[in-house]
């Protein structure tokens, strides 16, 4: 429970969704995913074309199923302290 400030940074960037109805007092949030960087793709070797030069080759990134995010569950008492540690931030700013 003690992820630092900086961990939440892309949050508020890649998106947000509030779970509604049930008892779950849970906030789902979209971060940039950590395996590609956001990228969507890793590269995975360099490979030579048909004509000859050389390139690198990607491949999808399966972690993030090839979409750069990646999507978390969180509790509403640490939502709350990511919105002032955003806050904070844009005030600092
Ligand atoms: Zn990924």
Known sequence: MCRSIASYEPA??????VLK???MNKVQILTICQACSGQAYVPVGEEVSPTG???????????????????????????AR???AIAVEEQET
Do not use: N, P
């Not at 390139?55 to 640490?78: A, M, N, P, S």
């Open 21 to 23: 109805g049930g008892t």
């Open 53 to 79: 030069a050389k390139y690198i080759r990607h491949r999808r990134c399966f972690f993030c199923d090839g979409t750069g995010k990646q999507t978390h569950w969180v509790d509403l008492d640490e939502f």
């Open 82 to 84: 990511m919105l002032t």
């Open 12 to 17: 508020h960037k890649a998106g947000l969704f």
